[in-house]
DNA sequence: TGGTGCATTTCGCCC
DNA sequence: GGGCGAAGTGCACCA
């Protein structure tokens, strides 16, 4: 990892456009390609570029210029004076995040416990495929019919969209005609409780949930 | 900026939990008190915390542990070796990025130059407010009905749900009873064309589109 | 302060 | 490689 510490300009241009005016920053470069310019604020940086680019450079009578080009992006570093440049060994290979908590999980653990959906209430499969994507979780209603389950750890009200738009795709089916849907989720906001009621999906606020730390299977 | 190399693993509890084990990374501390844990690949950190932490140090016989607590979440980074700990001082007062190309600019060029919709198109009103969020843009058909205007620079599948959401909550309101959708974006991906055009949402591709440099009014 | 939606979102999974 | 949805998303804007 190399970092360089610089007064510089630089100008993005790809997918959106971005100007960043002279000022001393910190340029970093990591060992598979990947850029990022940072001011002393916030983990975001300013201006980056994804791994698998080259660097080419070229030396001006006043400044360095640095273009970091791939066929649709373009970054163009102005250094117009490097205070220092440093490179660290960091591991090759750290594997990374270990995760924990995640939509996954809590999808797996309600399969296990679908009487959290409320009594007679049954499995029948997770990511169950519609026309309009995958259900997190098809379950059956104590009658029987079939019920579309979103699973979120936060619900907002874009989640009602999401699964009126699954319940309908289903329906198309006349083996699911009578779908419905469910949210279920550790935090629903109001407003989408509202919406929600509205829509007529149901809406399942599920208690606060840990893993078993001994079970990996996800 | 503060840029410590060292053999750390951190630990993460918060709004999901993470582990990372033992191994050289770069530990970022910024001026405004965020932190970040890199490896030497991509951008984006494996760890790390928002502005306004403040740091405990505790000193152990083989090992130092940093903690970063929030009310709601915690950060434990574990020391076993510290290679480097160096201080760069960057400008204070850098004042970010300076966009452009963005959906808002899209939505005031799109303001200015309704035609780009179909003839006869009129502008109404940019931020229009429906019970369910506000509208990008209310313009007016060649027959003088109300559309709602869902303005993108790419637009997927979830924008169909978006624009039906606004036009149905539009639709409410007897004055706008015959109100419909449009969806206008630089990219549209073909299965949002598909489904907009079962939801008789009309999508229009925008030309590829660039601010006059000299306009600074967003 | 909370709700809502954009982002050069990034990232991972599945087809 | 494209489509799609999650993310410890971050962030700005608005009520």
Redesign the pocket.
């Known amino acids: 990892m190399r970092i360089v510490v610089a007064d510089c300009s630089v100008i993005?241009t790809?997918?959106?456009d971005?100007r960043l005016p002279r000022a001393v920053r910190a340029i970093i470069v990591k060992d598979d390609g990947s850029i990022s310019?940072h001011n002393d604020?916030?983990?975001?940086?300013?201006?980056?570029?994804?791994k698998g680019n080259e660097l080419s450079e070229v030396e001006l009578e006043d400044c360095k210029l640095w273009f970091f080009d791939t066929r649709q992006?373009s970054?163009r570093i102005t250094l117009h004076e490097v205070i220092s440049d440093t490179d660290f060994l960091l591991d090759r290979n750290d594997e990374?995040?270990i995760?924990d908590?995640?939509?996954?999980q809590l999808q797996a653990w309600l399969a296990e416990n679908p009487e959290a959906l409320g009594e007679g209430y049954t499995f029948v499969q997770r990511?169950y495929?519609t026309g309009?994507?995958?259900v997190?979780l098809l379950v059956t209603d104590p009658e029987g019919n079939p019920v579309a389950v979103?699973?979120?750890?936060?619900a907002?009200?874009?989640?009602v969209s999401?699964t009126q738009?699954y319940v309908e795709s289903m329906k198309e089916d006349p083996e699911f005609a009578n779908t419905t849907g469910i949210i279920a989720a550790l935090d629903i906001?109001?407003?989408?409780v509202k919406?929600a009621d509205k829509k007529k999906i149901r809406c399942v606020t599920l208690p606060t949930w840990w893993r078993d730390p001994a079970d990996t299977s996800m």
């Open positions: 993005y790809g997918r959106g971005t310019v604020k916030s983990n975001k940086p300013l201006n980056y570029m994804g992006e970054l990374g995040l995760r908590g995640t939509e996954k990511e495929q309009a994507g995958a997190d979103e699973v979120k750890r936060v907002m009200i874009n989640s999401q738009r906001r109001p407003n989408t919406l």
